[in-house]
């Protein structure tokens, strides 16, 4: 099949790869060290199939009840990993620790022992990162970088999680440079945190606007949206 004769989102999604192997080149690294999170958010069941057929395995959500009638309508597609990445509230935990493998944006002790005391003794230990907050954004969620060792040992300590890494959204920044001096200051902090935390493994950085910037400084995954699925329908809060 030619490139001629894909959908849009197959399309778009050869064009994302290609230029995550130009920057994992770039930066002298293996490609196959950066994994692609395709963010479905916002987008119908259909989507995420298309871009399954596309050979995208790896789904990233925001929103639970937009997400949980998802994940249902597609369980006939055993090889997704679905992941969710957007800010948890407390009253909210039960349901990702019993559907997701993943969970990017840990920032408190009680959000993590929420999802360990409910995550089913017969799943496998759930994947979780902390969210880091590099900029003093108003309203912005995240842990402030000096603190992330003491969230880190905590999180260790649990039973049914497995700390895998960090995951950060910066402010925005058209600037290639500035771009690769916070995602620098992500993997600065990702390295010392690895002497105390041996097991990690991911650095989930960049998304549709800056994530060439983001591999070429180190992320092991991007979180990448509208340039696989266009522009969003609608937005939720």
Same mark, same amino acid.
């Given at each position: 099949? /030619? @490139?001629? /004769?894909?959908?849009t989102i197959a399309r778009n999604l050869l064009a994302v790869r290609a230029r995550m192997l130009e920057a994992a080149l770039q930066a002298g690294r293996e490609p196959a060290s950066v994994r692609l999170l395709a963010v479905s958010k916002g987008f119908p069941a259909s989507a995420v199939a298309e871009?399954?057929?596309?050979?995208?395995f790896e789904f990233g959500e925001n929103y639970l009840q937009e997400a949980l009638p998802k994940l249902a309508s597609l369980k006939r597609l055993a090889d997704l990993e679905w992941h969710f990445i957007g800010t948890l509230q407390g009253n909210k935990t039960r349901p990702v620790a019993e559907n997701f493998a993943w969970v990017h944006a840990i920032d408190r002790e009680r959000i993590a022992q929420r999802l360990s005391h409910q995550r089913p003794a017969w799943l496998p230990a759930l994947n979780v990162c902390i969210e880091v907050r590099l900029g003093e954004e108003p309203g912005k969620s995240g842990v402030a970088p000096e603190l992330v060792p003491v969230l880190a040992r905590h999180i260790a300590e649990l039973p049914r999680l497995r700390l895998r890494g960090l995951m950060c959204i910066p402010?925005?920044?058209?600037? /290639?440079?500035?771009?690769?001096?916070?995602?620098?200051?992500?993997?600065?902090?990702?390295?010392?945190?690895?002497?105390?935390?041996?097991?990690?493994?991911?650095? @989930?950085?960049?998304? @549709?606007?800056?994530?060439?910037?983001?591999?070429?400084?180190?992320? /092991?995954?991007?979180?990448?949206? @509208?340039?696989?699925?266009g522009q969003r329908p609608s937005q939720r809060s």
């Amino acid at each position: 099949m /030619t @490139s001629a /004769t894909l959908g849009t989102i197959a399309r778009n999604l050869l064009a994302v790869r290609a230029r995550m192997l130009e920057a994992a080149l770039q930066a002298g690294r293996e490609p196959a060290s950066v994994r692609l999170l395709a963010v479905s958010k916002g987008f119908p069941a259909s989507a995420v199939a298309e871009a399954h057929a596309a050979g995208q395995f790896e789904f990233g959500e925001n929103y639970l009840q937009e997400a949980l009638p998802k994940l249902a309508s597609l369980k006939r597609l055993a090889d997704l990993e679905w992941h969710f990445i957007g800010t948890l509230q407390g009253n909210k935990t039960r349901p990702v620790a019993e559907n997701f493998a993943w969970v990017h944006a840990i920032d408190r002790e009680r959000i993590a022992q929420r999802l360990s005391h409910q995550r089913p003794a017969w799943l496998p230990a759930l994947n979780v990162c902390i969210e880091v907050r590099l900029g003093e954004e108003p309203g912005k969620s995240g842990v402030a970088p000096e603190l992330v060792p003491v969230l880190a040992r905590h999180i260790a300590e649990l039973p049914r999680l497995r700390l895998r890494g960090l995951m950060c959204i910066p402010p925005p920044a058209d600037d /290639t440079e500035v771009q690769r001096a916070r995602f620098r200051r992500m993997r600065e902090l990702f390295e010392m945190l690895k002497q105390d935390v041996q097991q990690l493994d991911t650095l @989930s950085m960049g998304m @549709s606007g800056d994530y060439q910037a983001a591999i070429l400084e180190g992320a /092991t995954m991007i979180r990448v949206g @509208s340039a696989i699925f266009g522009q969003r329908p609608s937005q939720r809060s």
